[in-house]
């Protein structure tokens, strides 16, 4: 099946599902390894493909295969260090261990390497940069659905404040299909501290609200552009709205407002190179 002595050392099959070199990946729909030495649990073929894509920020520690996914995956593992071992399993096993049925068959424990500070990472955009910045959002769905819609519309990274939940969990990756390992981010800070770095790096902040006078499409775009997003429901906060220059989507007023990683979409698309 697979030649050479590499696939030979680095391949596994495994009948026991308490054997221990599957812990990483047990009962991973009640747990999740984020916060635990940086590790994280990926899931897919091409959510597996993007996290081999970006080997100067992440590191591959063990994959869990289904045994009959195996040879599919040739080129996937041709591009493995020969360190990295990868687990073959029954899809009994694979259920028993994960904690529910993985219909995908290919699950990964990563591992994110150092990442760039806040300061580094906004002295490394470009001239001309388009930047989320999201305040306090800490549901899992809306992270993936927003880096998603950033990587379609090449984003050049996003900024999240402390209160946001972490890019890494297993489900905001498997939602983003991936673009949570692709497109650079900082977490951490304030808000405030995010927005002062912003600014003092030149960017054009425009706060999104559905009460704000003016529509994104009556404002011009700029070289240096920062996005920035709250949470459904409260929004962003007080301060920030009277401090910011404010926009809003224009939509029936017969209704309340727009998902957040939906408005996250439309006005990314609004002031991407693509429009």
Do not use: W
């Not at 390894?33 to 649990?41: A, Q």
């Not at 040739?74 to 073959?88: F, G, H, I, T």
């Not at 990756?173 to 390992?181: C, F, H, K, M």
């Amino acid at each position: 099946m697979f030649e050479g002595k590499h696939f030979r050392d680095c391949i596994h099959f495994i009948s026991d599902p308490s054997d221990s070199r599957l812990a990483p990946y047990r009962d991973i729909r009640e747990k999740d390894l984020v916060g635990r030495e940086h590790r994280f649990i990926a899931e897919g073929k091409v959510v597996i493909n993007v996290l081999f894509s970006q080997a100067a920020r992440f590191e591959t520690e063990s994959l869990l295969v289904l045994e009959n996914r195996l040879i599919g995956l040739e080129a996937q593992l041709a591009r493995l260090p020969a360190s990295v071992p990868v687990y073959v399993v029954a899809q009994n096993v694979m259920d028993q261990v994960a904690g529910f049925h993985v219909h995908r068959g290919i699950l990964a424990v990563g591992r994110r390497k150092p990442q760039p500070d806040l300061q580094e990472i906004i002295r490394h955009l470009p001239d001309q940069a388009l930047v989320t910045v999201l305040c306090g959002i800490s549901n899992h769905d809306n992270v993936g659905s927003i880096f998603r819609n950033a990587a379609a519309f090449e984003a050049d990274c996003v900024l999240m404040d402390a209160t946001c939940c972490d890019p890494l969990y297993r489900k905001a990756i498997r939602v983003s299909v991936g673009a949570t390992l692709k497109v650079p981010y900082y977490r951490g800070e304030t808000i405030d501290t995010l927005i002062s770095a912003l600014q003092d790096a030149h960017f054009n902040i425009l706060a999104l609200s559905p009460s704000a006078p003016d529509s994104i499409y009556a404002i011009e775009k700029s070289a240096r552009q920062a996005l920035l997003l709250g949470t459904e429901g409260e929004g962003l906060p007080k301060r920030l709205l009277e401090s910011l220059r404010t926009a809003r989507i224009p939509m029936s007023t017969s209704f309340d407002s727009l998902n957040v990683a939906t408005a996250s979409g439309i006005a990314l698309s609004r002031f991407s190179r693509f429009s």
